[in-house]
Nanobody, 121 residues
Framework: QVRLVESGGGSVQAGGSLRLSCVAS????????MGWFRQAPGKEREGVAC????????YYADSVKGRFTISQDRAKNTLYLQMNSLKPEDTAIYYC??????????????WGQGTQVTVSS
């Protein structure tokens, strides 16, 4: 019943920016978090950023602090990830997720299909 649809991925050169969007439908959770995760070839899925609407508090992986910003538009049921100063190591499939805790992927109940982000050097 819950559907998460990501968009905004693409290919950019190092130092460039992208803005990812995640439109959530059918999701009524308020106390849990929505977040962004990524998975690169040969690596495990890792948490990038998450957001608790009830508190307005964002949390970031150390690798993206100062470069990425997570935000939410409650009226549009949309989660955003503004990615600046992109690095080649940011290359991955980025997934939107909902219903979890912090940056712990196994706790999230709902996932989008993913959007590819490729950063070239």
């Amino acid at each position: 019943q819950v559907r998460l649809v990501e968009s905004g991925g693409g290919s950019v050169q190092a130092g460039g920016s992208l803005r990812l969007s995640c439109v959530a439908s059918g999701y009524t959770g308020t106390s849990n978090a929505m977040g962004w995760f990524r998975q690169a070839p040969g690596k495990e899925r890792e948490g990038v950023a998450c957001f608790y609407a009830i508190s307005g508090d964002p949390y970031y992986a150390d690798s993206v602090k100062g470069r990425f910003t997570i935000s939410q538009d409650r009226a549009k049921n949309t989660l955003y990830l503004q990615m600046n100063s992109l690095k080649p190591e940011d290359t991955a499939i980025y997934y939107c997720a909902a219903g979890g805790w912090f940056l712990r992927a196994p706790t999230y109940n709902y996932w989008g299909q993913g959007t590819q982000v490729t950063v070239s050097s």
